[in-house]
Nanobody
Framework: HVQLVESGGGSVQTGGSLRLSCAPS????????MAWFRQSPGKEREGVAA???????AYTDSVKGRFTLSQDGAANTLYLNMDSLKPENTVMYYC??????????????????WGQGTQVTVSS
C-alpha cells in the first residue's frame, strides 16, 4: 500500500521560506519519478517541480531560481525548498509519484500516487 505524506506547510510572510517534505511509504523515492504540484480552489492542478528516475529535474517557470527540489534516498524523502515566497504562492501543495511517464514530467496525468496535501499561506 503506497502512501505519500506531506509536511512542512504553514504561514509565512512575503519573502519568507518554507521547506516541504514528502515521506512515502510503500515506495522508494529513488525508484519513482516524484513531483510537487499545487492547486488553488477552482483551478487545475499545476506542476511545480519534478524529478525523474534518471534525476532529470524540471520546474515551472514562475518558481525557477526560488524553489529547489531535492531528495534524500537514505531518508526516503522528497523535499521542496521554497524561498522568496509571494502571496500568489498561497495554495495547497501535493506530492505525487509514478513509475510511468508518458509525457512531460510536470503533467499531472502521469502521476498515480498522490498525497493529501499541505497548505502554504503567504501573507503580504
Amino acid at each position: 500500500h503506497v502512501q505519500l505524506v506531506e509536511s512542512g506547510g504553514g504561514s509565512v510572510q512575503t519573502g519568507g521560506s518554507l521547506r516541504l517534505s514528502c515521506a512515502p511509504s510503500g515506495l522508494s523515492v529513488s525508484d519513482f519519478s516524484m513531483a510537487w504540484f499545487r492547486q488553488s480552489p477552482g483551478k487545475e492542478r499545476e506542476g511545480v517541480a519534478a524529478i525523474r528516475r534518471d534525476d532529470l529535474t524540471a520546474y515551472t517557470d514562475s518558481v525557477k531560481g526560488r524553489f529547489t527540489l531535492s531528495q534524500d534516498g537514505a531518508a526516503n524523502t522528497l523535499y521542496l525548498n521554497m524561498d522568496s515566497l509571494k502571496p500568489e504562492n498561497t495554495v495547497m501543495y501535493y506530492c505525487a509519484a509514478t513509475t510511468g511517464l508518458t509525457g512531460w514530467i510536470l503533467d499531472s496525468y502521469n502521476y498515480v500516487y498522490w498525497g493529501q496535501g499541505t497548505q502554504v499561506t503567504v501573507s503580504s
